[in-house]
Nanobody
Framework: QVQLVESGGGLVQPGGSLRLSCANS????????MGWYRQAPGKQRELVAA???????TFGDFVEGRFTISGDNAKNAGNLQMNDLKPEATAVYYC?????????????WGQGTQVTVCS
């Protein structure tokens, strides 16, 4: 059974930094990629960043070079480093990981971690 555990959320002042982590605490599968999404109250869930098993990255337009995503294929884990955070970054952040078992590929979601940016 796959279980993604997220950590690293919290309260930070504008301009500050946070590092979110996501790790599979269950059965390790073949890693195909992972992503981070966020959802603010009353808004749709949106892509923050994603990385493939080959290391190709994608970022939301709002990131503007302030975030870095990394992934550890063997450990089914990854991080999202967020710098120069703005108040509009306040949201619940979710990781999603594409893992394969016996040729079947599926996306798994974490439980979410709250990020609050305010002074």
């Amino acid at each position: 059974q796959v279980q993604l555990v997220e950590s690293g959320g919290g309260l930070v002042q504008p301009g500050g930094s946070l590092r979110l982590s996501c790790a599979n605490s269950g059965k390790i599968g073949t890693f195909y990629g992972m992503g981070w999404y966020r959802q603010a109250p009353g808004k749709q869930r949106e892509l923050v960043a994603a990385i493939t098993d080959g290391g190709t990255t994608t970022f939301g337009d709002f990131v503007e070079g302030r975030f870095t995503i990394s992934g550890d294929n063997a450990k089914n884990a990854g991080n999202l480093q967020m710098n120069d955070l703005k108040p509009e970054a306040t949201a619940v952040y979710y990781c999603i990981m594409a893992l394969g078992f016996g040729g079947n590929r599926q996306g798994y979601w974490g439980q979410g971690t709250q990020v609050t940016v305010c002074s």
